[in-house]
C-alpha cells in the first residue's frame, strides 16, 4: 500500500514562528503536491514539485516556500507564521510522466493552529 | 481558479438508498476524479475515469462522465453509515505537470 506521512497531526504555533511541515512518500512517485484546506474554500494548491529540486508554484504560494532534497521527501515552510495560515495541511504524491494526471495519494493532514 | 463544482452541497439519506453527486466543470480535460474524506482525515482516492471513457464502475460505486455537458456523476449504490463522508471531484489536465483541481465537495450523510 502506498503511504504518505506527515510529520505532524496537529501543531500549534505563534505568529512569526518559521513553521516546517514534513511529508514523505513511500512509494517512488515523481510528484508531490502540498494543499490547504478551509471550510467551505476546498483544497486549494500551494505548490507542487514534479521532481527533485524542482517545484512550482500553485494557486496560494504567497507566504509559503517548499524544498524537495530528496525524492521521497517534500516540506512545506510557512516563512513566517500568520493567524490566516491556520488550516488544515494536505500532502500527496502521484505518479508522473506522460498520459495525463494520476490519482494522488494523500497523507492524514496537518492540522495548523496559528495563535 | 475551480475548475470542478459539486452538486448537491450537501445530501442526507437513509441506510440502504442510493446516493447521487454531480461535477461541473469548464475547460477540457484528460480525466476526472473522485475521493472520499472522511472527518479530519486525507483524502482517499476512488476512481478516475479518462475523458475518453463514458462509465466505469468499481464496487457500489458507478462514475459517468459526459464530456458534451461537461459534468460527472457519482453514484454509491446500497449507501451504508461507513459511506458518510465527504466527495470530492477533481478535474486532471493532458500531462502530469498540469494541475488536478478539486471541487469543494458533497457532504454525504448516511443514516443508519
Known amino acids: 500500500d502506498v503511504k504518505v506521512t506527515q510529520s505532524s497531526r496537529y501543531l500549534v504555533k505563534r505568529t512569526g514562528e518559521k513553521v516546517f511541515l514534513e511529508c514523505v512518500q513511500d512509494m517512488d512517485h515523481e510528484n508531490m503536491f502540498w494543499y490547504r484546506q478551509d471550510p467551505g474554500l476546498g483544497l486549494r494548491l500551494i505548490y507542487f514539485s514534479y521532481d527533485v529540486k524542482m517545484k512550482e508554484k500553485g494557486d496560494i504560494p504567497e507566504g509559503y516556500s517548499v524544498s524537495r532534497e530528496k525524492k521521497e521527501r517534500f516540506s512545506l515552510i510557512l516563512e513566517s507564521a500568520s493567524t490566516n495560515q491556520t488550516s488544515m495541511y494536505l500532502c500527496?504524491?502521484?505518479?508522473?510522466?506522460?498520459?495525463?494526471?494520476?490519482?494522488?495519494?494523500f497523507g492524514p493532514g496537518t492540522r495548523l493552529t496559528v495563535t | 481558479s475551480q475548475q470542478g463544482e459539486e452538486d448537491p452541497q450537501a445530501l442526507s439519506i437513509q441506510e440502504g438508498e442510493n446516493a447521487t453527486m454531480n461535477c461541473s466543470y469548464k475547460?477540457?480535460?484528460?480525466?476526472l476524479q473522485w475521493y472520499r474524506q472522511n472527518s479530519g482525515r486525507g483524502l482517499v482516492h476512488l476512481i478516475l475515469i479518462r475523458s475518453n471513457e463514458r462509465e466505469k464502475h468499481s464496487g457500489r460505486l458507478r462514475v459517468t462522465l459526459d464530456t458534451s455537458k461537461k459534468s460527472s456523476s457519482l453514484l454509491i449504490t446500497a449507501s451504508r453509515a461507513a459511506d458518510t463522508a465527504s466527495y470530492f471531484c477533481a478535474t486532471g489536465g493532458a500531462t502530469s505537470y498540469d494541475k488536478v483541481i478539486f471541487g469543494p465537495g458533497t457532504s454525504l450523510s448516511v443514516i443508519p
Open positions: 500527496a504524491s502521484s505518479f508522473g510522466g506522460n498520459g495525463g494526471s494520476y490519482e494522488q495519494y
Open positions: 475547460t477540457s480535460i484528460n480525466n
